[in-house]
């Protein structure tokens, strides 16, 4: 999951509108930092307070207006997880997901795919199944969201990990994808022993073992059409794709989920 927030774009006027984790950055320097360091005068913890409001405010007006574009609805109660998530955002602080790089396949220069092992690591996960893939994974972001931004048995902020994953199935001649879809997030390091517990019933904390993928690169937005086409490419470039599942892919996402060309990755997964 970009990732590491849910970008949500639409189009409007102006051209798109989106949300991304560098425009969280620039949002979170408007803040005035002034009133959260108030000598105990009650009219400044009152300033200090309004200012804090009117920012929870405008935050979510803005990621209403922006996700309305994918049809996707922001409620009021996640204007805290959003002020949270923006005044904690640091591009230096994402933590990657770690692998172990096998081989790189390149052809002219061009790099087709990577086989990589990733190891048996704990992920928060929740299980989405709404009409359209983009709905699925924003909406699904949301509720880590929460889990991320203090709603968990630890009380904490949690901290973003890339890539946000979501993984997706296809019938078994990999012509259509079914609607039911897994968002994840990659829980990390520090808590990979004691995950905190998610107050959402629907987060499930689940331990994946250790897997081979090959992995390749593409650019955009990620819907039905795109991931498809991304599938049969990778399968076409593979030369043992039968080694391979037939039907669960992972898509990895760097940029945040509704981004117009965000980064994404393709992965497929070694059979056991």
């Known amino acids: 999951m970009e990732t590491g927030g849910c970008r949500m774009g639409g189009a409007g006027p102006a051209g798109p509108a989106a949300i991304t984790l560098e425009e969280l950055d620039g949002l979170a320097e408007e803040s005035p930092d002034s009133a959260y360091h108030s000598h105990g005068s009650s009219l400044e913890e009152e300033a200090a307070e309004r200012m804090d409001d009117e920012e929870q405010e405008r935050l979510l007006n803005y990621w209403q207006s922006v996700g309305r574009g994918h049809q996707v609805d922001v409620p009021r109660d996640m204007a805290e997880p959003i002020q949270q998530l923006t005044r904690n955002n640091n591009p ?14 390149e052809k002219l220069g061009d790099l087709l795919y990577e086989k990589r092992q990733y190891g048996k690591a704990k992920w928060a996960c929740i299980k989405m199944k709404e009409k359209q893939y983009e709905q699925s994974i924003c909406l699904g972001f949301m509720k880590l969201m929460r889990y991320i931004c203090e709603q968990n048995s630890s009380g904490l902020y949690l901290g973003i990990t890339v890539p946000i994953v979501t993984i ?29 517990h998610p107050f959402d019933s629907d987060i499930i904390i689940e331990e994946w073992p250790a897997t081979i993928v090959y992995s390749r690169s593409f650019r955009g937005i990620t819907n039905e059409d795109s991931i498809m ?44």
């Open 92 to 105: 230096q602080e994402r933590q990657s997901i770690p692998f172990t790089l096998i081989q790189r396949k």
């Open 168 to 196: 997706v199935h296809t019938n078994e001649a990999q012509s259509a994808m079914t609607q039911a879809v897994t968002v994840a997030y990659y829980l990390p390091e520090v808590l990979q022993d004691e995950p905190p």
């Open 229 to 272: 086409r991304e599938i049969n490419l990778l399968a076409a470039i593979l030369e043992s794709p039968e080694l391979c599942l037939r039907d669960t892919f992972i898509i990895a996402g760097y940029t945040n989920p509704a981004a117009a060309n965000r980064h994404n990755e393709i992965w497929f997964l070694q059979r056991p």
